[in-house]
């Protein structure tokens, strides 16, 4: 069994002890990279093993949300040389310059890439011009299965944690929402049978008012923190990440504290995502990115990072090398009918954006 417990402090130490077993010889070698992923994302026993491979020491900084990852790389000099942002940032930093072309020619393992996940990196990166795919997922709900019983509430709705009525009843044991406002407006449009990828700013004013009633009964807005408290047994539902609801199964499950979380994907219907590296154009360190990004694309390497953070990944060549328990998992790789009900966001104007931004300003606000 993994342990899931400390994650952050195993990838310093992971990355400490790589370090030093290279030496002077990871600087004079390989140099350095400096990755800016997603929090609770990487297997830190791959990292070492890259660094131990190729002499190049790995700098891992982690956020938990598109939009500030995108704020800082729209602004330039991050001094990083990989980023992981989503299909639907992807088109704003391409128009904005802030990324630089892929050179393919020096990515050896694009052709294991599965055609599905070519087809649906598509619209927002045609002819795969500027990123590789890295993991992933969907939007749905984490609850306590025993906590959510007691107070007989369904969780195969949306209704679950939109309904103020169905959140009464939750209020007490403890209710996340992300913090996180295009994934968030995304799945409450959808919910209110509106377009997720509406352009119209009245269609986000009702999402608004929506959120705005469900508000009061919701502890916090956070998109990583849920981890924890759904295994701690701190709270009882989040509206979260299919793979990070999944760690948190596993970290009660490794705790054996008494708490079973589950992950479920609203008979509604929900968003999938594709969340891929890219190299800022002023990326410090190209080289090394490079070296990286052919490191995780190798089947064997991205099915492990599959495995612990229970993200699906886009090798197609990888699938054979997965856990069966994760390979088998309806939560990771939803099957046919459950596909039907997924819906890709795309990408929104900046005037827009604003729009939205403002509208989740007054969700988290509650002004
Ligand atoms: C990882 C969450 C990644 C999902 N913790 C958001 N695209």
Known sequence: MRRWIGALGAVAAALALAACG???????????????????YIDPELLAEFTRETGIKVRYD???SNEVLETKVLQGATGYDLVVPSNHNVPRYIQAGALQKLDKSRLTGLAALSPDTLRHMQPFDPGQAYTVPYMQGTIGIGYNADAVAKRGVSMDSWKAVF???????????????????????????????????SANPADYAAATDMLLKARPYVRKFHSSEYIDALANGDICVAIGYSGDVLQAADRAE???????????????????????????ADAPNPAAAYRFLDFMLRPQVIARASNYTHYANGNAQATALLDPDVRDDPSVYPPADVAQRL???????????????????RVLTGR
Request: with cysteine.
């Open 22 to 40: 290279q030496g002077g010889a990871a600087d004079a070698e390989g140099g350095e990279l400096r990755i800016y992923n997603w929090s609770d």
């Open 62 to 64: 982690t956020f938990d």
């Open 163 to 197: 309904d103020p009525a169905n959140l009464a009843k939750l209020q007490d044991c403890g209710v996340y929402f992300l913090d996180a406002s295009e994934d968030m407006y995304a799945v409450a449009l959808h919910y209110l049978g509106k377009d997720p990828n």
């Open 254 to 280: 490794e705790a054996k504290n008494g708490v079973t979380i589950a992950y479920v994907i609203p008979k509604e219907g929900t968003q999938v995502w594709f969340d891929v590296f890219a190299l800022p």
């Open 343 to 361: 819906f890709v966001t795309t990408t929104k104007d900046q005037a827009l954006l604003r729009e939205v931004n403002r509208q989740w300003t």
